[in-house]
């Protein structure tokens, strides 16, 4: 784990375990952590997964851990597809003048509230706040959706010496715990028929 992200998120690593503002948690194995998250995403009916920069960023290294474990297959059969709130943001608020589009920036211009970035459920929360608040329509929507299909295979698996570093989960079910979401990177997960039925052609 690089320094900067430990001082920003609390997180460290001391000879292979983790550690969160100096006190020790509790982790399971790459491969424990994505079936457990695999599984939460089969009870919501092939979701949308959405995030911020989710494209560049979150879903390579999603993907490189699922070759790792040879799962791609399986874990793209159980979701529909994802949606980037980056590039979605951009194109709403484009005439906006808005200096940055980071998440954190566009809740404080839209919202007019400021929240810990770094703490996984208050990034869930904004974030659907954030979505509603850009009321997206469903060409947009479907501009920037896209699949794991689209995304280059990642050229680095991950090894089974660094799992444990990036992809950390207290002991607790999915549901309960979001720092496997924040390890992942996706931070907020839509039913399918909840936003797919915004997508043009959708049944």
């Known amino acids: 784990m690089q320094s900067r992200a430990a001082k920003v998120t609390g997180f460290r ?15 399971n194995s790459l491969k424990d952590v994505v079936l457990s998250f695999m599984a939460f995403l089969r009870m919501l009916g092939r979701p949308i997964l959405i995030g911020h920069n989710i494209r560049r960023f979150d879903c390579p290294v999603l993907l490189r851990a699922l070759d790792e474990l040879d799962l791609r297959v399986e874990f793209q059969s159980i979701i529909t597809g ?3 709130t980056l590039p979605l943001a951009r194109d709403i608020c484009k005439d906006n003048g808005y200096k940055s589009f980071r998440q954190e920036n566009l809740v404080r211009e839209l919202l007019g509230v400021d929240y810990d970035a770094h703490n996984a459920l208050e ?8 979505y509603w608040a850009l009321q997206p ?3 947009l ?8 299909e689209t ?40 039913n399918h ?11």
């Open 13 to 27: 690593v001391r000879r292979h375990r983790l550690f969160l503002n100096r006190q020790p948690v509790l982790t």
């Open 82 to 84: 994802c949606l980037d």
């Open 123 to 130: 990034d869930v929360r904004s974030l659907q706040a954030l």
């Open 137 to 139: 329509t469903s060409q």
């Open 141 to 148: 929507i479907s501009r920037h959706f896209f699949t794991l």
């Open 151 to 190: 995304i280059v295979k990642p050229k680095h698996p991950v090894s089974n010496a660094v799992a444990a570093d990036l992809y950390p989960e207290i002991r607790s079910p999915p549901w309960q715990h979001v720092s496997l979401y924040e390890k992942l990177s996706i931070t907020w997960i839509f």
């Open 193 to 203: 028929t909840t936003l797919c039925s915004l997508l043009p052609g959708a049944q």
